[in-house]
Each structure stands twice: as C-alpha cells, then as structure tokens.
C-alpha cells in the first residue's frame, strides 16, 4: 500500500498561503536537500485545484532543475470545476474524491505527494487518509493569511523527527497517532 505525505511550507504562526511570497530567503540546499528526497520517494503528486493550476502555469516551460521530475511524474488534480487537464500526465479526480483517493492509496507504486493544497490536506487529515505530513516551519510570523489547520477539528499525530536548518527551518515530520 503507498502512503500518502503531505509537504508543507509554513511560518511559526500556521500560515501556509502563498509561500513563494515569503519563503525563498529560507530556502537553501539543505532544505533543497530534503524536498529532492521527498519528491525521490513519491511516484505521483496529488494536488488541488489551485495548486495544480499554478504548477501548471509554471512548470511546463520552466528549465529548473527539477521540471523533467515535475512534468513527467504522474499527477492526480482532485476538483469539482475543471473538467480538462492540460498538463502532462494528469488525471481528474472528481465525485467521490475520498473513495477515489483510497483506491490510488491501495494500489502498488511509489508513495503519493501532496505540495500545499490546504484544502486537500485537512480533508486527508480528517479522513485519515494522510499517512505523513511534514512541515517545514519557516522562523517568520505572517500575522495573516490562510493557516494551515484552519477550519479542521481536532486529529492527533505522532512526531516522527525534527530536524533544523542552518536559515531556522524547522523540518517536522508527524504521523497519525493512532
């Protein structure tokens, strides 16, 4: 069965919106160590519909180092309002997401990431669906923005390590404590 991880760049006070305003200045090679290692391990990306839109817009044309793994890596956009996927080796997910997620989940494969995708994340979270999450805790308070626990009722987790980067970054990874 793969495990379903979820990746997530917040600061101290819970924001995780649009982090490529106020993240990049954190954003070294360990840290680029530890988001390669991930994305090494995942077979697929699970996004949602906004995320998929704005990797969409970018990574198509983009020359990074990481776009062949980006644009050639199996994608599952999970929405209710797009009805076409247009980049590469994406697949709707619409309907019974929950159901459907579970079916991707059982099959055999690599582990599936989630990159943001807020939404997504807490909907895993409630359904006990996310099998990893990882935070990697920014040392900056935003003081607004979407947080990434907001509107979820309480789900117990298990820390599973930490680690701290040279720029603050604290990398948490938690598990489902039950």
């Given at each position: 069965m793969r495990k379903i991880i979820a990746s997530l760049f917040v600061s101290v006070d819970g924001v995780a919106e649009a982090p490529e305003t106020w993240h990049f200045p954190y954003f070294d090679d360990e840290m680029g160590n530890a988001v390669s290692a991930a994305m090494a391990n995942s077979g697929a990306m699970l996004l949602g519909r906004v995320q998929y839109q704005q990797f969409a817009a970018y990574w198509p044309t983009s020359e990074d180092e990481v776009a062949d793994i980006m644009n050639n890596q199996k994608k599952y956009v999970v929405t209710n309002t797009l009805t076409e996927a247009t980049w590469n080796n994406t697949e709707i997910i619409s309907g019974d997401v929950l159901d459907r997620i579970t079916t991707l989940k059982s099959a055999a494969g690599k582990d599936i990431g989630v990159t943001g995708s807020l939404t997504l994340v807490r909907s895993?979270?409630?359904?006990?669906?996310?099998?990893?999450?990882?935070?990697?805790?920014?040392?900056?308070?935003?003081?607004?923005?979407?947080?990434?626990?907001?509107?979820?009722?309480?789900?117990?987790?298990?820390?599973?390590?930490a680690e701290t980067f040279s720029t603050g970054v604290i990398h948490?990874?938690?598990t489902p404590a039950a």
């Open positions: 895993l979270l409630t359904a006990g669906l996310l099998d990893q999450l990882q935070l990697y805790v920014h040392p900056i308070v935003l003081g607004k923005g979407a947080r990434w626990f907001d509107d979820l009722n309480t789900v117990e987790l298990r820390l599973a390590s948490q990874t938690y």
